[in-house]
Nanobody
Framework: QVQLVESGGGLVQTGGSLRLSCAAS????????VGWFRQAPGKEHEFIAG????????YYADAVKGRFTISRDTAKNTIDLQMNSLKPEDTAVYYC???????????????WGQGTQVTVSS
């Protein structure tokens, strides 16, 4: 069983930055890849970035490419999402989840956690 818990959200102005963290525990060694998703009010979950557990491969949605960076911190056993140049349309609840078969996260493994709220004011 793998547990992933999100943290680091908050309120920021347009153009600002936030760093989200996804802490893995349990059978983390069984993870193939981890993806960050987001859900804005009234919308479906949207994939935004993925990374293989080794950290060797990353993949980004066009909406965040060049602004967001996903990385793995092996010391802390976390998958982090550095978000720069934030826009009001980035406002959403952000989730991390284990996924397959690679950093594109075409298949989500397990359910959604609590998520962390990111609000970007204009």
């Amino acid at each position: 069983q793998v547990q992933l818990v999100e943290s680091g959200g908050g309120l920021v102005q347009t153009g600002g930055s936030l760093r989200l963290s996804c802490a893995a525990s349990g059978r983390a060694f069984s993870i193939n890849s981890v993806g960050w998703f987001r859900q804005a009010p009234g919308k479906e979950h949207e994939f935004i970035a993925g990374i293989t557990w080794s950290g060797a491969s990353t993949y980004y949605a066009d909406a965040v490419k060049g602004r967001f960076t996903i990385s793995r911190d092996t010391a802390k056993n976390t998958i982090d999402l550095q978000m720069n140049s934030l826009k009001p349309e980035d406002t959403a609840v952000y989730y991390c989840t284990a996924c397959l078969p690679d950093s594109r996260c075409r298949l989500r493994v397990g359910g959604w956690g609590q998520g962390t709220q990111v609000t970007v004011s204009s």
